[in-house]
């Protein structure tokens, strides 16, 4: 299952990949997020950033460990993560628009058991209030860049 969002934000590319690519500042940025524990940065760049991530969902916190798989800077990163057979793959994404930026937000739920395969089943259902919280994420990004 994918699902995507996307929104315009009222600055420059630069300033948009900075919000985006702090991955500690998470937290302060996207109310969505309660707590981010850097597990790895990498030597030099971007790609091979590990952190725990704390959010709440239906109530009850949900930990999950994601990590930066491919990146190309004011363009695109690449997130994996991996959780009770399921592979969550996630892209964030720069584009230009004018004087103003589209920042998307896409993510694709792969189940790798059988069991997971069940419990994807109705997950068809939860693809609406998945979206609405992504673009929640997309707003409050929106929100902190447009503020600065």
Known sequence: M?????IT????KTD??????II??????????????ILNEPASGFVGLKWRETRIYFGKPSVIDKWITDALENKFYKTRAEMDG???LTSMTISESGDNVILTSSHE????????KIKSLPMIFFKGML???????LNDIKTAVEQK
């Open 2 to 6: 994918t699902v995507e969002a996307q």
């Open 9 to 12: 934000i009222n600055k420059n």
């Open 16 to 21: 948009v990949w900075t919000a985006i690519t």
């Open 24 to 37: 500690s500042n998470a937290a302060d940025i996207i109310r969505g997020v309660e707590k981010i524990e």
């Open 86 to 88: 399921f592979i969550f």
């Open 109 to 116: 739920t792969k189940s790798q058991s059988f069991i997971a």
């Open 131 to 137: 979206k609405k919280a992504i673009l929640q994420d």
